[in-house]
């Protein structure tokens, strides 16, 4: 009777991994993801775009209204 050893476990390379992992997600979009119709695809990405205007307008807005109060500020602190 003697001890039983395992066999030794083989390590994958990081390049196998990443292989791996890549192709599972592609079969993942694949098989598992529902994709929306293109008219749909279309509604949505102009819902996007006009909220991306709107946020960027409204965050210019906010900054150039706090850089001129800070302005006013610093001028009366300096009076």
Request: aromatic residues 14%.
């Amino acid at each position: 009777m003697g001890v039983r050893i395992p066999p030794p476990v083989q390590k994958k390379s990081i390049m196998t991994k990443v292989v791996n992992y890549v192709s599972e997600a592609f079969v993942e979009l694949k098989s598992n993801v529902t994709w929306p119709e293109w008219a749909e695809v279309q509604k949505l990405t102009i819902v996007v775009a006009v909220f991306s205007v709107l946020f960027a307008l409204a965050t210019w807005g906010v900054d150039t209204i706090f850089g001129r109060a800070l302005e006013i500020f610093f001028n009366w602190l300096k009076a």
